[in-house]
């Protein structure tokens, strides 16, 4: 399958340990800010979302942090498995106005046993 | 079928060429995009449509057109293609609204 990730920045950590990826985004107009899993040969899946007037959402395993003062974004991942191992993007849509969904860079997860 | 399918899986395709990458949703969504992802890279937004008969451009629209003549259908077609085009294409609907996008599995173009 294809290869993705092979420039981007890559997280290594090991099994059982937490993980955070980082995201910056650029457009305050944003409604919601999501992130999405991408394994290799594969299109993106959806894992979490955050509306852009919240600062956090848990979901199992998963918790994202929205920092609107510095346009951060970064998502935690608790007991990192091997399964994890894929490219993590952020992206943002603007839900009222024109529905596009627009992905930010990439963090490539690494996981060791 | 349940989902969003792409075809074909894979192309090469000689410069100068036109071209079509197909893409049908049975998921009833309004919300359509196209997707380009270089190797070692992110996807950058080509064209989107945000229900039938609409559609708008994306962050790296030139060189591409697509129509939406019904909900279910969403094609990209390269007029004349060039090597720059050589990447992987994706697909991705959702509801109008919504958040999460489901993709297709991907066409990988190539262009000589």
């Known amino acids: 399958g294809e290869s993705v990730g092979l420039h981007l920045p890559t997280l290594s950590v090991q099994e059982g340990d937490n993980s955070i990826i980082n995201c910056a985004y650029s457009n305050s107009a944003s409604d919601y800010f999501i992130w999405y899993k991408q394994e290799s040969g594969k299109g993106p899946q959806f894992i979490i979302d955050?509306?852009?007037?919240?600062d956090k959402r848990q979901g199992q395993r998963v918790t994202v942090l929205l920092n609107k003062t510095v346009k951060h974004l970064s998502l935690q991942i608790a007991a990192t498995q091997p399964g994890d191992s894929a490219v993590y993007f952020c992206?943002?849509?603007?839900?009222?106005?024109?529905?596009?969904?627009?992905f930010g860079t990439g963090t490539r997860l690494q996981v060791f046993p | 079928i349940a989902g969003i399918t792409q075809a074909p899986t894979s192309q090469i395709l000689a410069a100068g060429r036109r071209m079509t990458l197909r893409c049908t949703q049975d998921?009833?969504?309004?919300?359509m995009y196209w997707y380009r992802q270089d190797l070692g890279l992110g996807l950058r937004l080509i064209h989107y449509?945000?229900?039938?008969?609409?559609?708008g451009k994306g962050e790296v629209p030139d060189g591409y057109s697509v129509s939406r003549a019904n909900t279910d259908d969403f094609p990209l077609t390269l007029a004349s293609a060039v090597p720059s085009q050589t990447s992987v294409y994706f697909c991705a609907s959702s509801h109008r609204g919504g958040t999460e996008a489901f993709f297709g599995q991907g066409t990988r173009l190539t262009v000589v």
């Open positions: 998921m009833r969504h309004n919300a």
């Open positions: 992206a943002e849509k603007a839900i009222y106005n024109t529905d596009k969904l627009i």
């Open positions: 955050i509306r852009s007037n919240m």
């Open positions: 449509s945000n229900t039938a008969g609409t559609t």
